[in-house]
């Protein structure tokens, strides 16, 4: 939080406090609806949020609405009354009341869409409809669409008439008599055209489209790739039914960044913040994963009891360096893993590139391994044997192991979530689980079985 920010909070507080209402008010008109929403998540009791949303503006009540968290959201709504509630439902964009209403239960949403007007409710149930990881649950069906055979400066007409309702109005659609897109047309090319210039004359045919069942991470990259600021969502017949704006492109990156996090460190992905977590639901989502890796681990027990004799036999200082090797082989792995699955979510490689990928992580492992290796015979000979009887051909032995380790977990590590991708699994699922077994299991049986054909 910028110092600012802080005085601006105190401030608010001070007002709030001493009940400086106007005071309060004039304030809040110069900030940001998501700094007064942060304010109000921190600093204000249950019993306190109705009345200083109550004091908000009436142009910031359903910004600042859409911004705290969904808890405090459905606290609100079951507050208000029918007039509050409907004044705060209309005066939001049609995407963001489905965003609200999905978190909300059941009898909250009944609520709601009694509320909403006819028209609102019946495109508030279309969005609905729509699977929830689609651009059609992203969208807006609020746009401004104009005729190919406008002038620009009946163009600027609708804009007033009815841009005051759209979420979006630098960029307009252009449609044909049946609502099929055929272009796309921006403020700016409004604003320097000449007033009585057609719009079929100034328009950019080359449109950039989503479509309704397309993934919403798709879209969200669309965004980057072609530095969007809205894009046109059309249906089966090339018509458009809405637009996709970089607000909530922003925000599904956000939520994808996170569930991937999640689901690398062996997590199942829950939307609530950490905070609002309750210990049950914390439990639930880390449980099931550390169970699967535990048992997991049954397959390294039985390697190393396999060996054991033998192994014991030979130099028993050998299973003094099992977890070295096991996380430098795991640690290695995993670089690979994260680095390759970030690079398919950002749409920068496929299955097609398997053998590029496999190529330059094997020349970067080589590198590495040779480096991770020279170092680990200088620890085993400059530290490891001032406390353990290591000869030299154990240094070897070991330095040896840990560079073909690395090498091929690395290996296993881009491999698996490009092999996982084809499949249509879900990469980071495989990220740490299955990858840390495998490592694990590899790298014990080259140790092993090196060691006792070198050593033996």
């Not at 509320?115 to 279309?126: F, G, V, Y």
């Not at 403020?187 to 328009?203: H, T």
């Not at 990220?431 to 060691?451: G, N, R």
Request: aromatic share 8%; charged share 25%; proline share 3%.
């Amino acid at each position: 939080m910028t110092e600012e920010l802080q005085i601006s909070y105190e401030k608010l507080a001070y007002f709030f406090e001493n009940r400086m209402f106007a005071d309060l008010r004039m304030s809040l008109l110069d900030m940001q609806p998501a700094d007064i929403a942060q304010f109000m998540e921190e600093n204000l009791e249950e019993k306190e949020l109705l009345v200083f949303f109550r004091l908000l503006p009436k142009e910031l009540a359903s910004d600042v609405f859409i911004e705290i968290d969904s808890d405090m959201q459905e606290d609100l709504i079951k507050a208000f009354t029918d007039k509050e509630l409907k004044a705060v439902i209309d005066d939001m964009f049609l995407d963001d009341a489905v965003d609200v209403i999905e978190e909300m239960p059941a009898n909250v949403v009944k609520r709601i869409l009694r509320m909403a007007d006819a028209e609102n409710r019946k495109q508030i149930n279309e969005l609905l409809a729509y699977p929830d990881d689609s651009a059609g649950s992203l969208m807006t069906p609020e746009f401004i669409s104009l005729s190919s055979r406008m002038t620009v400066e009946a163009a600027f007409d609708k804009i007033r008439r009815t841009g005051i309702n759209k979420e979006s109005i630098y960029t307009c659609y252009v449609v044909n008599s049946k609502k099929v897109l055929i272009g796309v047309v921006t403020a700016k090319d409004l604003l320097v055209s000449e007033k009585d210039a057609l719009i079929e004359d100034i328009m950019d045919t080359g449109i950039i489209t989503v479509e309704t069942l397309e993934d919403k991470e798709q879209v969200a990259l669309k965004f980057s790739k072609y530095d969007s600021l809205a894009l046109p969502v059309i249906d089966k017949e090339g018509c458009i039914v809405g637009v996709v704006t970089v607000d909530d492109a922003v925000d599904v990156l956000q939520e994808e960044a996170t569930e991937d996090i999640h689901k690398m460190a062996a997590i199942s992905p829950t939307e609530k913040p950490y905070l609002k977590q309750s210990v049950f639901s914390i439990w639930k989502s880390r449980v099931l994963w550390l169970v699967i890796l535990m048992v997991s681990a049954t397959f390294t027990s039985m390697i190393l009891s396999g060996y054991e004799d033998k192994i014991a036999h030979i130099a028993p200082v050998l299973y003094a360096f099992v977890p070295m090797l096991m996380g430098t082989a795991g640690n290695a792995g995993g670089q690979a893993s994260v680095t390759v699955i970030r690079a398919i979510a950002l749409g920068e490689v496929d299955f097609k590139d398997i053998f590029k990928v496999i190529l330059k992580e094997l020349l970067a492992s080589c590198l590495i391994g040779l480096t991770v290796a020279v170092v680990c015979f200088g620890k085993l000979m400059l530290i490891d044997r001032l406390y353990n009887e290591i000869s030299i051909n154990v240094a070897l032995l070991v330095s040896g192991v840990c560079f073909i380790s690395i090498v091929l977990s690395k290996l296993v590590g881009c491999v698996l979530p490009l092999f996982a991708k084809k499949v249509k699994l879900d990469p980071a699922v495989v990220a740490s689980p299955f990858m840390t077994t495998i490592v694990d299991v590899l790298s014990l049986i080259i140790y092993c079985s090196l060691s006792i054909a070198i050593l033996g």
